[in-house]
């Protein structure tokens, strides 16, 4: 069996942010994937890709799938314009290290508030008093990301009435509220993406909880106020129209420009308090063959290796 060379083998960070397609199938084509619309087809190089996302009138066939498995690429069955997400394909890592300290630092209640502290930290640079508690945090937080919903009105000259939207009724919301749902949804994406493919668990939150992702909104809010309310609130200003679609590409840009996906495993690994590896190192098995016993001591199939950084 051929042996990977883990050095080849693309990390998270360095791949594209995510792709949204809709209306059309999804195939493999030779050692890539191919898109294939009425207007015709699209090569997606299949190494690049961290996140896809599939919308309305999209099917995808048994090869694509294997094969974005193969590369570790999260596939989402989503809405329009991906403000929604209906289900997910499972991540690359083959290691429980990482979810095992995800799950140990929630079920102590002195460490999961030292995560919660931390994340807090990231975001805002007021030190928090020690005596506060979880609940005590989550207001302290709310009312600083309400103060900076109005700090963005007046800088773009936005009406601002509130976080308002139904789930149910996406027109429900008016432009600004849509706009920002649409921003958020991509970035919901990729930081699930990062997390699945480091081997934590959606579900197992700090802040948010009793969700099947309150760990990817944890992580998400590490980056809103900076990063996707900034781009709707600028997107809504320029105009009313559309905002979906010409937000989602700006989410797009600004994730590439500010090296989104190079930060969020960092990022992770800093407020649980974890090196940012599984114990590995990227020279572990090279210049020879995998043996059986490598499988039974870092439970992968031979050949099978976890990507560095991933």
Known sequence: MT?????VLPKF?????YLYLEHGRLDRDAASLAFKTKEGIAPIPICQAGLLLLGPGTTVTHAAM????????????????????YAHNTGGTHSAHR?????????????RIEVVRRMYQKRFPQLLPKELDIQQVRGME????????????????????????????????????????????????????????????????????GKMLSFVYDIADLYKTDLTVPVAFKTVAE????????????????????KL????????AEVLDARDDLGESPGEFEGRAVTLADRAENGRLPGQFQRPGA
């Not at 042996?3 to 050095?7: C, G």
């Not at 979810?99 to 460490?111: P, V």
């Open 99 to 111: 979810l095992l300290r995800q799950a140990a630092l929630h079920a102590d209640e002195k460490q």
């Open 239 to 258: 105009s009313g129209l559309e905002v979906e679609r010409r937000v989602r590409i700006a989410c797009r840009d600004i994730f590439h420009q500010e």
């Open 3 to 7: 042996v990977k060379n883990l050095h």
């Open 142 to 209: 709310g009312a600083r990301v309400r103060s900076s919903y109005q700090r963005l009105a007046e800088q773009f000259g936005v009406k601002w009435q509130g976080r308002l939207y139904d789930q149910d009724d996406w027109d429900y919301g008016d432009p600004l509220n849509r706009a920002l749902s649409s921003a958020n949804a991509c970035l919901y994406g990729i930081c699930h993406a990062a997390i699945l493919s480091a081997g934590y668990s959606p579900a197992i939150g700090f802040i948010h909880t």
């Open 261 to 268: 996906m190079e930060r969020i495993l960092p990022d992770i």
């Open 13 to 17: 960070a360095d791949r594209w942010s």
């Open 66 to 85: 294997k094969a974005l498995a193969e590369n570790n690429c999260l596939v989402c069955w989503t809405g329009e314009q991906g403000v929604r997400l």
